[in-house]
């Protein structure tokens, strides 16, 4: 059953999602974020990837600690997925 007001809000929904993504911005930073995890400098001005692998041992992992390079690189992989399917 769909709710009233989910038949109201739809339309301003997609209208503010399409002001959002206007003039390429979704593909910029998507584009940028990609960067980040290739070794370019993209968006962090950092290589994301190598600051995974030497880790943060005030956060508590190590250098080369797979199981937190696995997840946290899965989370900015996955936000490249989702700006591209956008």
Do not use: H
């Amino acid at each position: 059953m769909t709710n009233q007001n989910d038949l109201v809000l739809g339309p301003v929904y997609l209208q503010y999602f399409m002001d959002e993504c206007a003039n390429a911005q979704c593909d910029d930073a998507t584009a940028a974020l990609a960067a980040s995890l290739t070794g370019n400098s993209g968006l962090f001005g950092c290589d994301m990837m190598q600051i995974l692998y030497s880790g943060d041992v005030s956060g508590g992992y190590f250098v080369g600690w797979r199981d937190q390079v696995t997840s946290k690189a899965a989370y900015l992989l996955s936000l490249v997925n989702m700006g591209v399917t956008v």
